[in-house]
């Protein structure tokens, strides 16, 4: 990451720091926080369970579930649902992200609008990667984002947000317009309920999930038990993420769109989704609860990155692409091996453990990092700078 853009990072990072400070030892939010780690702990405890119940609950509620073991799997799922599509409108999902699903769209020639603005900013510049969870564009100044928007339109654009906001609302409700499909994430599953919550401030999401077929996707470690739990979680996540209580917007779907208003008979196919595809993501996720399974009760705030010396100093190069930082790190050797751990920024981490004092939910990012290094260590995936250090004690006694 550039220089400038690490600098911008901080500021955005910063500002969120001073907006947080406010409620982050209130006492509403201090027993939030032990309520959703009680719901958390209770969700990765029960997983399997969940997982069934979530999977009956939503094919009753005319959902279609698909169970994706790996990666390639939930690609091949929703190729199979667009792939007769040339257009579709996506919103920010650090879960997509995770299998590159818009780039591998795009391979296929299948365009994808973001719609989230920061998303959006960052799709338009191929050589920038999303900085923060929540606000992908927190490292791009204003005078940045204005010359990107300026290449893509062929137009001056003045460094104003407004500005930058209308030129871009504009564009991406165009191309709604074209669009028959919608691609989210989700916050969070209430297995009982079968219902999936989304969270957002723009309304994107609102429009995406009103198209004719709404794709969801999302880690099975998502799942809880209740709309409550379910809403408990996305408050507190916005809590530490934004410093709001609330977010503007939370969005509960249990089904496609119909109606009983006449004589009470049921009639699908009104004005949102006729059809509501949520494919329930595993990629690792199911071996490593068994194991541990730690880094799941993550509640996907961005805390830990924002108090991060190391990412406040080289950004979104120390994670695993959108997992950012430390857990991005963790996540990287559950998904894809060690190899792909040792390479995320392994040996990067400080184990200072600022993550885990800022984390709600108390995950031990550095304890699991430690572990994970002695596993690359035990597997030969070691430093060229350690080894040297190494080869002079060994010869002279000294690592100077």
Known sequence: MKKSEINAM????????ER???ILDDERTLNLKKRVKDIREHSIGNMEELIEKAT?????????????????????????????????????????????L???LENKGIQVVE????????????????????GPASHLRMETIAEIISNEFNIEVKPESRTILNIIKEDVLLKLSNCSIGITGANSVAADDGSILTVHNEGNISMVSMLDTHIVIVGIDKLVETIEDAVSVVKLETIFASGKTVPAYMNVISSP???????????????????????????????????DGECFLCIGCGSCIV???????????FGYKRHLGGRGVVLSSIIEGNKSCFDSG???????????????????????INKLRNKSVNSDLVCDEHEIIKDKIKKKGSPF
């Open 307 to 317: 108090t991060c010396p190391i990412y406040n100093a080289v950004g979104y190069e």
């Open 56 to 100: 009956k609950k939503l094919e009753e509620n005319d959902v279609e579930v698909i169970y994706a073991e790996r990666s390639e799997n939930a690609l091949e799922a929703i190729y199979n649902i667009v792939k007769d599509h040339p257009m579709v409108a996506k919103s920010k999902s650090n879960t997509a992200g995770e299998i590159g």
């Open 102 to 104: 818009s780039e591998f």
């Open 257 to 291: 769109s119909k109606t009983a208003d006449i004589e009470q008979i049921l009639l699908k196919d009104m004005y949102g989704a006729r059809r509501v595809v949520i494919i329930l993501l595993d990629n690792g996720r199911r071996k490593a609860i068994e194991g």
């Open 10 to 17: 901080n500021r955005s990072f910063g500002i969120l720091e």
């Open 20 to 22: 947080r400070a406010k």
């Open 115 to 134: 719609t989230d603005l920061g998303d959006r900013i960052v799709q338009l510049d191929p050589d920038t990667r999303p900085s923060h969870p929540i």
């Open 346 to 368: 392994l040996f990067t981490c400080t184990l200072c453990g600022l993550c885990t004092v800022e984390c709600p939910m108390g995950i031990k990012t550095n304890q699991l």
